[in-house]
């Protein structure tokens, strides 16, 4: 079965300090996956998707098929990325997204 | 462009009633998904369209839940009657791009 795991519900940092936000997903095939993100009183929305092996916001996300991974990670955090954060699986085309439970990320000033 | 719409955004219903919710999607979408996320969970595919015909909808609860997208543009999904377990957010995405959903801004259902 197809499966996305966030082990974090919360990351807390400081302005400045490196965040890694922890994926793991299990899947047979070849998967895609994506970050979605929500700020507050926003919408769910794409920040970014391995395929396009893009840094979006300062974000970038590697697809580590041997640990079945896609972490996504950002050097300096800043306060505008505190927002929850979704892992997401599609088996491609336009299948449904599995996602996972999300990590709600804090910088604190 | 508008983004996806929906309405309405929040609903108060008693458990064993009926509810509809309904969402526009982005004008050209041909592909619709309905997610369910329940409080501290992810978003879970309740029903996929392509145009006016059903892709998925292997985790529908068939029993209560309905939707249909007549004239492959806006739809609407039902609930009947509804359990306690279905207060949830209900999310509406289009695509038209199999690499990028677009959702809308969500209903809230609260059932007591």
């Known amino acids: 079965a197809q499966r996305v795991t966030q082990p974090e519900k919360l990351l807390s940092v400081f302005k400045g300090a490196p965040v890694e936000l922890k994926c793991n997903y299990s899947?047979?095939?070849?998967?895609?996956l994506f970050w979605y993100v929500q700020y507050s009183r926003q919408r769910l929305q794409l920040l970014l998707r391995?395929?396009s092996r893009e840094s979006i916001k300062g974000f970038t996300a590697d697809l580590n098929k041997g640990e079945t991974s896609f972490h996504l990670k950002k050097p300096f955090a800043q306060e505008e990325d505190s927002a929850m954060y979704y892992c997401?699986?599609?088996?491609?085309?336009?299948?449904?997204?599995?996602f996972g439970a999300g990590t709600r990320l804090a910088v604190h000033p | 462009e508008a983004g996806v719409a929906q309405s309405p955004r929040y609903k108060i219903i008693e458990k064993r009633q009926s509810v509809a919710f309904w969402c526009n999607p982005i004008?050209?979408?041909?592909?619709l998904y309905w997610y369910q996320q329940i409080l501290g969970q992810g978003p879970k595919l309740l029903i996929q369209?392509?145009?006016?015909?059903?892709?998925?909808d292997s985790q529908l609860p068939k029993d209560r839940f309905s939707a249909e997208r007549l004239k492959g543009v806006d739809s609407t999904l039902k609930i009947q009657p509804a359990k306690l377990e279905d207060s949830a957010v209900y999310l509406c995405?289009?695509?038209?791009?199999?690499?990028?959903?677009?959702f809308g801004p969500g209903t809230r259902l609260t059932v007591t």
């Open positions: 995405a289009s695509s038209q791009d199999p690499y990028e959903q677009y």
């Open positions: 899947y047979s095939g070849s998967p895609e």
């Open positions: 391995h395929i």
């Open positions: 997401a699986l599609s088996k491609g085309g336009y299948n449904k997204l599995i």
């Open positions: 004008s050209g979408h041909a592909t």
């Open positions: 369209f392509q145009n006016n015909g059903v892709v998925d």
